[in-house]
């Protein structure tokens, strides 16, 4: 079992690894029409698998939620043209740059009943960005699709929040702000993780160190 595989009833926190999820604090936002749509995408591909392997294990296809898709799933604000997410496979599937060719787009009314449309994307590489490699053990498990084939993941808020750092442009620093307004880490969490992030980073040493002294000033902003 996964170290997140969690039922979201509980009231107590769930601790994930070092860093814990609170439930009481902020639950992800599961059932807007912009999550369904994600957990549609995926429920789509489960679909696909069902019909075209015999005998898959439950949990034959991982899947991290990361991006803009994240940042919906935990705070409820703003939302994403794409879903960027890592997928991890059981050997008995075909290749991940085959299965995402099979992954459709979605269209979907969002909560004001306009319409819309969620693409894949095929282009995300976890690697392009500054990440703890134990990010998997602090992910939550917020979806089962039908046949059980796919379970899918939320990337803690501390993880996306450094993730960040890589570009740290306005979008990201409003991001990573987001999320600490949420109380869903603290400063002394985001510096662990970054600290670790950055042993293990292909961004520019000096570029990221820069970045993570910058964000750690806009956190002290959001505490005045």
Request: aromatic content about 10%; some cysteine.
């Amino acid at each position: 079992m996964h170290p997140s595989q969690q039922d979201f009833s509980l009231s107590q926190t769930i601790c994930i690894s070092p860093l814990c999820y609170h439930p009481n604090k902020s639950m992800p936002y599961t059932q807007t029409a912009f999550s369904q749509a994600i957990f549609k995408m995926f429920d789509n591909l489960d679909f696909w698998l069902a019909k075209n392997y015999a005998d898959l294990p439950n949990n034959a296809l991982t899947v991290y939620i990361f991006g803009g898709c994240a940042l919906h799933l935990h705070t409820g604000v703003r939302t994403s043209n794409d879903v960027d997410a890592e997928l991890k496979s059981i050997p008995q599937l075909k290749p991940i740059h085959t299965l995402e060719k099979v992954i459709q787009s979605v269209d979907f009314d969002d909560e004001q009943g306009f319409p819309r449309s969620l693409d894949w994307d095929g282009a995300f590489q976890p690697s392009i960005a500054p990440i703890d490699p134990l990010y998997e053990d602090r992910a939550t498990l917020i979806h089962t699709t039908q046949s059980g084939l796919i379970f899918i993941y939320l990337v803690s808020a501390v993880d996306i929040a450094v993730s960040k750092l890589g570009r740290l442009e306005s979008v990201d620093r409003d991001d990573i702000q987001a999320l600490y307004r949420e109380g869903l880490f603290s400063k002394q969490e985001f510096l662990d993780t970054a600290e670790e992030a950055y042993k293990y980073s292909s961004v520019a040493m000096d570029k990221l160190k820069f970045n993570i002294d910058l964000a750690s000033d806009l956190l002290d902003e959001e505490t005045r």
